[in-house]
């Protein structure tokens, strides 16, 4: 059986690694299923055959993508032509839905290509536009959603969908405590923990590392003891350290995937950038802000599309202002700061947010039975009609 993958960022390649490991242990499949495509460093080490790497097409924003676009372009084109060389039995796509959707819609009306089109993770299309569910049938084959209320958009327009669960029910968010982390690092009790979360994309540190910095150092002006934390992928801890070398603080930067929990949970207040690790926040039960700046034509345009009151997922599954959003205008040094202090200072604050993130169990999906990655094997299987 060969599998085509297609994966733009780290928390994609998080994603299709245990995915690969579940087709690869399934009973049914074995060690016959050769995965290959454009994926990451942890799909590589399930025996992934890497023919581009994911960085080549991991670009975010309209503004941002113009500079790029020929080059693009020229990528979709050798990506559709050396799938329909290679005939997969199934494109599974992951996450980042405008490049992947492209290049599903295209397969389809090209009509060359014999298999099945899978997408892992679907788009929040019951928070904005749910229209796009229906276009979403035409050129797919199934979708695997990470949360329970996502099928029934889908179903309804005849495309075969399933709740397989959500990855951080089988992470180690809620046995960590951050005690490891604490006593590792000879960090004493009376500090005051802050950390940093840059994000995993490299436009994201290139906007907002210098805005972070600077909110973090004039936390330290208001708070004694204070020692910074910060989380960081292998591939941008250089550039974390690089940014944080001037502190004249205790400076902890931590690219370890296996302290990656530890770390977070050290953390008493978190300011991270708006995306996948505000939800791991949130599910660790870590107070936190999120903060987020694009190019104001790109702000314009978004703000056009999307009608919801909230961007954290969070916020959004809880209904209601737990975690401050700081976006745009409001994502500056000063407000950031004064948000952090907040809840620094404050320890009803942060008792409010983590109560509130308790909630988050529930909407994500049982921890009992098969994990999201076993689910999500068992799916493509019965799609491709192999179990």
């Not at 892992?120 to 536009?129: G, K, T």
Request: overall charge negative; proline content about 6%.
């Amino acid at each position: 059986m060969k599998l085509f993958f297609i994966v733009g960022e780290d928390s994609g390649d998080a994603l299709a690694a245990p995915l690969i490991r579940a087709l690869q242990n399934y009973p049914e499949g074995g060690k016959n299923v050769e995965c290959m495509g454009i994926g990451g460093p942890l799909m590589e080490e399930e025996g992934f055959e890497t023919l581009l790497p994911m960085d080549q097409i991991s670009v975010v924003g309209i503004w941002e993508i113009l500079p790029k676009l020929l080059h693009l372009l020229r990528i979709k084109k050798a990506i559709l032509e050396e799938i329909e060389l290679k005939q997969p039995d199934a494109v599974i796509t992951v996450d980042f839905p405008d490049f992947n959707f492209h290049i599903a819609k295209n397969l389809k009306k090209r009509g060359i290509y014999k298999g099945k089109i899978i997408h892992y993770v679907a788009p929040s299309v019951w928070a904005w536009r749910p229209e796009r569910a229906q276009k979403i049938a035409q050129f797919l084959d199934g979708i695997m959603c990470l949360l329970p209320m996502e099928p029934e958009y889908f179903t309804k327009h005849h495309l075969k969908a399933e709740h397989v669960g959500h990855p951080l029910i089988v992470s180690d968010a809620k046995s960590a405590t951050g005690d490891i982390f604490l006593k590792e690092n000879e960090i004493p009790d009376s500090a005051k923990t802050l950390g940093l979360f840059f994000g995993s994309r490299e436009s994201e540190f290139k906007n907002l590392s210098s805005i972070i910095k600077s909110a973090a150092k004039m936390i330290y002006d208001v708070e004694d003891n204070l020692h910074i934390i910060a989380p960081t992928l292998p591939r941008l801890e250089y550039d974390v350290q690089n940014i944080l070398k001037d502190f004249n603080l205790p400076v902890y930067v931590i690219s370890n995937p296996l302290m990656k929990w530890e770390a977070m949970k050290a953390c008493d207040v978190g300011i991270a950038v708006s995306g996948t690790v505000g939800l791991e926040l949130a599910y660790a039960g870590v107070p936190h802000i999120i903060c987020y700046k694009v190019n104001p034509v790109t702000a314009f345009l978004i703000k056009k599309l999307i009608k919801i009151k909230h961007v954290h997922l969070a916020n959004i599954l809880l209904g209601k202002d737990v975690v401050p959003e700081l976006l745009q205008e409001k994502c500056v040094p000063e407000i950031i700061a004064q948000s952090a202090i907040d809840i620094l200072q404050d320890k009803k604050l942060r008792e409010e947010q983590k109560t509130a993130f308790m909630e988050l169990d529930a909407k994500l999906g049982s921890r009992e039975g098969h994990t999201p990655s076993q689910k999500a094997a068992t799916f493509i299987l019965n799609t491709l009609k192999i179990q």
